[in-house]
C-alpha cells in the first residue's frame, strides 16, 4: 500500500466518480482505476460497488475512509515539519477558496507569493463557502478562503480582506433610477440568487432579513451557481440581483445600473481565512496569510466603484 494510492482512494471515496476524481487529481483515467483495482486485489477485498457509470463504497471501503483520513493527515504532518526545516518557505499549499474569492481578489495575491517564494506550490479548488470549511476542517485543503459566514467551529479564523455587495440593475430597469427602494420594491422586483451555501447567498439573506424580508417575500426566477452566469442572466433580461462590486468587469458594467445599499448595515462581508488548529502550520502557510493580511492603517483601501 502507498500514500498516493490511499490518496487516490480518498478522492474517488469523496467524489464517488472515478472520472471526476482524475481530473481533481490532475491524473487519467485508466491510472486511478488502476491504482483502486491494485488496492482490491492486494487485499483481496471490494472497495466500491459499481452502480452504472457511479461508484460508491462499501462495507470494506467506509471502514477504509477513517483509517486512510487519519494515514494522510499524519503523512501531511509529516511533510510539513520537513519543510519548515529549510531556511525558506518551501512544499505545497493546497488552497480551497469561495468563489468570489477566487475569481476577483486571490489570483494577484498568488503571483506576489510565487514570486517572494518560488519554492511553494499553490493548488486552488474553487467551490463555496461551506464546501471550503469542510475542506480545511477534514484535511483536503491546508487553508480555505471564504466571504460567507460560518456556523461555529474549531477552525481557526483570519480576516484578510473585506467586500460589499450592490444590488445590480440592467439600466433600462424601471427601478433604476429611482432615488430610494423599500421592501415594496424589492418584493416587486424579478430576481436571480446565488446558490444556497454560497456566501453571496449568506449576505444577500442577512439584508433581506435587515429589511423584514426573507427569500420567500421576492419573486425568484432563477438561483445560479455563479457569478458569471448571473450577470448573463439579468444583462438577458430584466431581473437583478446582490452579488460584489468586484464581479463587475468594467468597462463591461456600463450594462447595470449599479446601487449602493442604503438600509444600514450596508452588505458588507469579510474575506477570511480558516486553517485547521490540529494540523502543523508551516512557514509557507504563516507567509502566505501574512501576504494576504490587510495593510496597516494609511494604506489605500480597496474599494468599489461609485455607483450609478
Same mark, same amino acid.
Given at each position: 500500500? $502507498? ?13 464517488s ?8 487529481l490532475?491524473l ?15 487485499? @483481496? ?39 519548515n ?34 519554492g ?10 461551506a ?25 481557526l479564523?483570519? /480576516? ?16 433604476a433610477r /429611482? ?20 456566501? $453571496? ?12 424580508l426573507?427569500?420567500? @417575500?421576492l419573486?425568484?426566477v432563477?438561483?445560479l ?9 439579468i ?7 446582490m452579488?460584489?462590486?468586484?464581479s ?7 450594462d ?5 445599499i ?27 496569510l501574512?501576504?494576504? $493580511? ?13 455607483? $450609478?
Amino acid at each position: 500500500m $502507498t500514500l498516493e494510492q490511499i490518496r487516490i482512494f480518498l478522492c474517488v471515496a469523496e467524489l464517488s466518480h472515478v472520472t471526476r476524481a482524475a481530473e481533481r487529481l490532475n491524473l487519467t483515467q485508466s491510472a486511478v482505476s488502476a491504482a483502486i483495482a491494485a488496492l482490491e486485489r492486494q487485499y @483481496d477485498v471490494r472497495l466500491f460497488d459499481r452502480i452504472g457509470r457511479r461508484i460508491a463504497l462499501t462495507e470494506a471501503g467506509h471502514l477504509l475512509t477513517g483509517a486512510a483520513t487519519r494515514l494522510m493527515r499524519e503523512a501531511e504532518g509529516a511533510r510539513a515539519l520537513l519543510s519548515n526545516l529549510s531556511r525558506e518557505p518551501v512544499g505545497s499549499l493546497r488552497i480551497w477558496a469561495s468563489q468570489t474569492v477566487t475569481s476577483y481578489w486571490l489570483a494577484p495575491r498568488m503571483i506576489e507569493m510565487h514570486r517572494r517564494w518560488p519554492g511553494v506550490g499553490m493548488s486552488l479548488h474553487p467551490a463555496n463557502t461551506a464546501e471550503v470549511a469542510e475542506a480545511v476542517a477534514s484535511g483536503l485543503a491546508d487553508l480555505g478562503l471564504v466571504e460567507g459566514d460560518l456556523p461555529p467551529s474549531d477552525l481557526l479564523r483570519r /480576516k484578510v480582506g473585506q467586500d460589499e455587495l450592490l444590488l445590480i440593475l440592467p439600466r433600462h430597469h424601471p427601478l433604476a433610477r /429611482k432615488p430610494r427602494l423599500d421592501a415594496a420594491d424589492y418584493r416587486a422586483m424579478d430576481w436571480i440568487l446565488r446558490e444556497e451555501g454560497s456566501g $453571496t447567498r449568506t449576505a444577500t439573506e442577512r439584508h433581506l432579513r435587515d429589511m423584514g424580508l426573507g427569500p420567500a @417575500d421576492l419573486r425568484i426566477v432563477l438561483q445560479l451557481p455563479t457569478n458569471e452566469a448571473i450577470l448573463g442572466a439579468i444583462r438577458a433580461g430584466n431581473c437583478v440581483s446582490m452579488l460584489s462590486w468586484r464581479s463587475l468587469h468594467f468597462p463591461c458594467s456600463r450594462d447595470f445600473a449599479l446601487r449602493r445599499i442604503g438600509w444600514a448595515p450596508r452588505p458588507r462581508r469579510a474575506f477570511t481565512a480558516l486553517s485547521d488548529p490540529r494540523r502543523f502550520r508551516t512557514r509557507a502557510m504563516t507567509e502566505f496569510l501574512d501576504l494576504l $493580511t490587510p495593510q496597516p492603517p494609511g494604506q489605500p483601501p480597496n474599494q468599489p466603484p461609485r455607483p $450609478t
